[in-house]
């Protein structure tokens, strides 16, 4: 079945630092999302691209789908310490009707 | 405010018996799923539902089941045959289905943990 490889597993970086994490996938995806989940929360929408190149930011964080709509980035300039959580890239097909998920970057900001 | 709510938010179940997990959404929203997060296994969907009185299985199905006699509400129950029960257990809706057109909203999970 279709999958997705989120890396890094997990980052731990001092405030201030930029973050940078990817997904990629050996199927094409329509609609790229990227979640983030506070501790113990839901995960909630950050980002969502639907045309491959295109590149939105929302506030500190920049987002990227894939020319070749098979992998997305996530960048998050001057960390702060409310960054803390796990972010999840999305991919949705559209044929399947389904978001499939990445596995997670947990990030971890040291003040 | 609309939004979608889990409940409870922690459960203590022993072994063998069937439990179910509550979810309601005030979105107005179609699409409903069901996904477990295990640690560092990211989110696999367990049920999900288009509409009303109609549901279909996801990649881990076995040992759980549902129903969706009313928009608003996609009740799971992790029954006995359920080899691992413990997880962290996320509802999410979308307005239409394919949601990944629009994105989830998703609730903030119910910790169950079968002793």
């Known amino acids: 079945g279709q999958q997705l490889n989120q890396s890094p597993q997990s980052m731990f970086i001092q405030e201030g630092e930029d973050v940078s994490m990817n997904c990629t996938s050996s199927s094409i995806f329509n609609t790229w999302l990227w979640y983030k989940q506070d501790p113990g929360e839901g995960p909630v929408l950050l980002i969502a691209l639907y045309k491959a190149g295109e590149l939105t930011s929302n506030g500190r964080l920049t987002a990227q789908f894939g020319i070749t709509r098979k992998d997305s980035f996530l960048n998050i300039s001057a960390s702060i310490p409310s960054d803390v959580g796990i972010y999840f890239c999305a991919g949705g097909s559209g044929n399947t009707g389904k978001l499939i998920f990445g596995q997670g970057t947990t990030l971890q900001v040291k003040p | 405010d609309g939004g979608i709510t889990q409940s409870p938010k922690y459960l203590f179940r022993k072994e063998g018996q069937n439990v179910t997990l509550s979810c309601e959404q005030n979105l107005n929203h179609d699409a409903m799923y069901w996904y477990r997060q295990d640690p560092g296994q990211g989110l696999r969907l367990i049920y999900y539902?288009?509409?009303?009185?109609?549901?279909q299985k996801g990649d881990i199905a076995e040992g759980y089941s549902v129903s969706r006699e009313k928009k608003e509400s996609f009740p799971l129950t992790v029954t006995s045959a359920q080899k691992n029960p413990t997880a962290f257990y996320l509802c999410?809706?979308?307005?239409?289905?394919?949601?990944?057109?629009?994105?989830?909203?998703f609730g903030s999970g119910t910790r169950l943990t079968v002793v």
């Open positions: 539902s288009q509409i009303v009185n109609d549901f």
């Open positions: 999410a809706s979308s307005r239409a289905f394919p949601g990944s057109d629009y994105g989830y909203t």
